[in-house]
C-alpha cells in the first residue's frame, strides 16, 4: 500500500468534490465554514480530517511499509433553499448529498486508500441554507 500524507488525502477528496459541476470549495476552513450564513454560497464546501489512528493490526506493524492508519474524514457544504419552493429545494439538497458521496467513493484505490461512507446530517443554516455534514473514513498507510 503507498504511504499517503493526511493533507494528501483532504486534497483529493476536495479535487474530487470539486469536479462536480457547480461546486466550489471554500476558502474557510472546516472549523469556521458555515459558522455564519454570510460566509458561504451554494454548493460551497470544506474538507477535513477531524481525527487520524492507527488500525489495529496483527502481529506487528511494519513501519517500513508505512503504518496503516484510519482517518476520519468530514465534508460540510451548503444548499441554498429557495423562498417558494423549500420542500423541493430540500430534495436537490438530498441529491447533492448523494453526488458527493458518490464522486468521494470513486477515490478508492486498493493500493493507496480505501474510503467508507460513515453518515451524514443536515441542519439550518438560517434563513434560506440547509448545511449538510457527510463523514467518511479513510483507510490509509502513513
Excluded: C, K
Excluded at 97 to 118: F, P, Q
Amino acid at each position: 500500500m503507498t504511504v499517503l500524507a493526511f493533507q494528501t488525502i483532504r486534497q483529493r477528496v476536495a479535487a474530487q468534490i470539486s469536479a462536480l459541476s457547480g461546486w466550489t470549495q471554500s476558502s474557510w476552513h472546516l472549523d469556521t465554514f458555515g459558522r455564519d450564513p454570510d460566509q458561504v454560497q451554494h454548493h460551497a464546501f470544506a474538507v477535513g480530517i477531524l481525527s487520524s489512528s492507527p488500525t489495529q493490526q496483527p502481529g506487528r506493524r511494519q513501519i517500513a511499509e508505512g503504518l496503516a492508519t484510519a482517518s476520519q474524514v468530514q465534508v460540510q457544504f451548503a444548499h441554498r433553499l429557495t423562498v417558494d419552493g423549500q420542500v423541493s429545494a430540500y430534495d436537490a439538497a438530498l441529491s447533492a448529498e448523494l453526488d458527493l458521496i458518490s464522486a468521494v467513493l470513486t477515490l478508492i484505490d486498493r493500493h493507496a486508500l480505501h474510503i467508507v461512507w460513515d453518515g451524514s446530517t443536515r441542519s439550518s443554516l438560517g434563513e434560506g441554507w440547509i448545511l449538510v455534514t457527510v463523514n467518511f473514513s479513510a483507510i490509509h498507510r502513513i
